[in-house]
DNA sequence: CTGAAAGCGCTTACAG
DNA sequence: CTGAAAGCGCTTACAG
């Protein structure tokens, strides 16, 4: 179709419908009908028309689908980050439930801005997905409120959440940095840093539960907190350490906010000549993969996120059929794994 | 509505232009013009068309504005996997050249299976994306079918593809394999072993390399390839290790599919007390983030992944345009990062 | 089991 | 600067 051939027509250009059903010589909502698997349409007519379609190489036309019958086969994902491995697991975890659902998986990362979440909540919402799995609760109030109104059926993860009707799959951030804080504590350590990177909320919340259980053993030293805004990263983990060895050299024990942090430690420290855990324990966050395999092995607090993305998919999906959900709530706890850096 | 209320409407609910246009006096086109905030509507008009839609709580109906318009602003970008950490580069690395043109990119993760990514291409497709972004040229011949006869721009990346028309960015897979094999044979290393996981297409392409550099000095030993099929991961890069010491412990050189293989290699021969590189030379693919962090530092082969994503989404940028393209074959090359592993 | 008609909610192309 | 008509490509509701 070049810009001289004035038409009045609008087409796409791609393969319609009604040309296939034309191939296979029946009507057009035959063809619908046969393409969709209703039940009602004879063997030999279903074959004719998706042999039709295949020899054109026939798409459904989502949007027309979409707006002649107001349904979609999508659940939208928001996450914050791809980098950090977390979210992928719980990815594929939901993946793995919904699709032989039926259900198409739409993945919006967001990067850890709050405005972009936004822009990604009203994109996805403009087409209404069937639902939709959001990550925390810290979100605009322009975002919050479109998801409320639009009546999409949504599940929080990584967070308990609070307020009500809200439902939620995840664990206590602030108890497993309490957690961290007694086993350092436990093992002997007093002069115990934490180290963040990225510093989200749910950093934060693993910081804060750490800090309490320090202050209630009378010690927590606000100068032992090495937080960086920087995405967390293995060599961020370096460089960090490199830093508290030379401000605070006393340090005996560290709780990371993420493996990856901790990663970056040990190598520094095999590199410096620190031996861990005896000069200085640490702790890492998460389990990711390869912390059972560094140099030592790393003590760590493991997250359950492929349940996390396993339960919140089974949850939204009796949210999308109107079952009642039993449990709005659901809190699966973490884990403390004890191997050789501590 | 309830069941018992029989109508003809099939009306979802939401609000509609219609019902903006009445209440603020105008014509639905008018309204619809006002609020895309087209020129030629007088500013009163405007005014009376927003606070209407305000009042009403009005939002687009993407798949009507898609339908009529056959527009789109988004971009499906379709992946092998998110696990490994290139494709979240470049992932991003497109999301900052396309997000700031006001594109929305969808992710779509096959997990390495043709099928898999069968089903995204039809579920993209069925609402025409602007454009569209694919990792290699190994799919079914189905999805490629669906892929041209959509008309929808695309890019092909990380391969260089072959075959008339195809638009791609990346570089050369198998001379990336070959530069390692050199590398290894400069430093005197005559048992070169070659260790891979997944084994999908561009990992296999880095093995013929590998392989033919070796071949031609008269080095090549088929018995030094350490194949698996599982995913690449640190674990299985320490177990791996573990069998080549046990199979061959005369092997002096070792080249890695990923660098994630060669961290657990690293690891594990630090634990035997193999001396690397004196012992065993390693040398690593990709240069991911950790790698120049390990111990010993990773020499690695480093792919210039965020530049492929720049240049791919320019590349659809002008596709999307209708611009011509100058350079529709793009190779980016690679560049072997010597460290202290090799 | 199959089809003709109407409609989903927008935007394009054309007129004025 | 504004609007009436037609159309985008499907599916629903109704009839046979």
Redesign the pocket.
């Known amino acids: 179709m070049t810009n001289t051939t ?1 038409r ?11 040309q296939v059903a034309h191939l296979a010589g ?5 063809a ?2 046969a ?2 698997g209703v ?4 063997p030999d ?1 279903v074959q004719r028309v998706k042999d039709a379609a295949q020899e054109l190489g ?4 989502a ?3 979409a ?5 979609s086969d999508a659940v939208a994902v928001l996450v914050p980050s791809l980098s950090n491995l977390v979210f992928v697991d719980v990815l594929d975890s939901i993946h793995s439930v919904l699709r032989p659902q039926g259900f198409e998986i739409l993945i919006g990362n967001s990067h850890y801005a709050r405005d972009a979440e936004e822009d990604l909540v009203r994109h996805y919402l403009a087409s209404p997905p069937s639902g939709m799995v959001v990550a925390g609760s810290d979100r605009t109030e322009a975002a919050r409120r479109m998801i409320d109104a639009s009546g999409v059926p949504c599940v929080h993860i990584m967070e308990m959440s609070r307020g009500p009707g809200v439902h939620c799959v995840g664990f206590a951030q602030t108890g497993a940095g309490q957690a961290a804080a007694e086993h350092l504590l436990a093992r002997g350590r007093r002069r115990n840093a934490f180290v963040a990177a990225q510093l989200d909320p749910r950093i934060m919340q693993r910081g804060d539960g750490f800090r309490r259980a320090l202050q209630e053993a009378g010690l927590y030293d606000p100068a032992l907190e090495f937080l960086s805004p920087a995405p967390s990263s293995v060599g961020l983990g370096c460089d960090l350490f490199a830093q508290i060895l030379e401000r605070r050299p006393d340090v005996d024990g560290i709780f990371f906010g993420n493996d990856d942090l901790a990663h970056g430690a040990l190598l520094e420290a095999l590199r410096r000549g620190v031996s861990v855990p005896s000069d200085i324990a640490m702790v890492g966050f998460n389990d990711l993969p390869g912390s059972a395999h560094s140099f030592p092995r790393l003590t760590t607090i493991r997250t359950p996120r492929a349940e996390v993305g396993r339960r919140a998919a089974q949850m939204l999906l009796a949210m999308i059929r109107g079952e009642q959900v039993r449990e709005p709530v659901i809190d699966l706890g973490f884990e403390l794994v004890v191997r050789e850096s501590s």
Request: glycine share 2%.
């Open positions: 004035h009045k027509t609008r087409s796409t250009g791609r393969p319609t419908l009604e029946v009507s057009t909502i035959t619908s009908r393409l969709r039940n009602t349409v004879a007519l026939y798409v459904t036309n949007a027309a689908r707006l002649a019958s107001s349904r």
